[in-house]
């Protein structure tokens, strides 16, 4: 079957100013399969992929900061169903939407992370709420959206994730596992596009200052009691790999961005 093998999809943009400005932006990495990638499905990814672009680009070319061009650029992929993110997120092994999400201010090194949460419509903008109004760096599950909504942040019904493509997706992945009649560990059905996604966006603003986010679903029929246990050291990581990697632009001089598309295997 051809497939497209997605390693990161990178969408870029970049002013020809004196002081430059640039953003990155990406929908996730996975294997899609072609016969399942309808055209229609793949102008909406697209559609969405320009907008969310063109938001964050719109800030930091106006002089808006990097952290105002992340946040708006994944509201707007975390809002869309198509990603594995926010609206579009996948499901728990308990038919749940659990979402993560984690943010980090290169001029002031400072990072907000939020996890588990099922009520906070953009985790996102949590995320930076728990960096700028609380001392701490991470909050999962009903902490993280009590703390969400005493800042006055959008809730939903956990139901608002729900989506019909995800659903079956889980199905599917459910009929996998029993043809095979092996543990779920051993079995490994064919994983979707989906399995590992996430969406992100690195940006940097006219005062040279660099910021960077990251919204997603989780994995797939994850177990929540069973992960929960490794879910926090891992998102600690993330971020602190977050950090790092900040650490690392902030000494660079940045001088042109180019875009990486997709390649097609056979």
């Known amino acids: 079957m051809k497939t497209i093998a997605v390693a990161l999809l990178f969408f870029t943009a970049m002013t020809t100013q004196a002081k430059p400005v640039a953003i990155v932006i990406h929908a996730g990495a996975g294997r899609i399969d072609r016969d399942s990638f309808t055209p229609e499905r793949e102008r909406l990814y ?58 980090m201010d290169g001029r002031a090194l400072q990072a907000g992370a939020v996890g588990g949460v099922t009520t906070v419509k953009n985790p996102i903008r949590a995320s ?52 095979k009649a092996k543990p779920r560990a051993a079995a490994e059905p064919d994983r979707h596009a989906d399995y590992f996604s996430t969406v992100g966006c690195v940006a940097l603003d006219a005062k040279g200052d660099v910021a960077a986010g990251a919204s997603a679903g989780g994995s797939s029929l994850k177990n929540t009691a069973a992960d929960v246990g490794a879910a926090l ?34």
């Open 233 to 266: 050291p891992s998102r600690l990581a993330g971020l602190q790999k977050m950090h790092i990697s900040l650490l690392e632009i902030k000494k660079m001089h940045i001088k042109k961005c180019t875009p990486l598309r997709k390649s097609e295997n056979a």
């Open 46 to 103: 697209h559609a969405t992929l320009e907008q969310s672009l063109r938001a964050g680009h719109a800030i930091v070319k106006g002089g808006g900061s990097a952290l105002d061009a992340v946040e708006a650029a994944i509201v707007i992929m975390e809002d869309a169903p198509v990603f594995n993110a926010g609206k579009g997120a996948v499901f728990t092994a308990e038919g749940k939407n659990e979402l993560d999400a984690s943010i």
């Open 128 to 179: 930076r709420a728990v960096m700028e109004k609380s001392p701490h760096v991470l909050f999962t599950n009903r902490g993280a959206e009590k703390f969400a909504s005493d800042n006055g942040l959008e809730m939903v019904d956990p139901k608002y994730c729900f989506t019909e493509r995800r659903w079956k997706q889980i199905q599917a992945w459910l009929e996998q596992q029993e043809a």
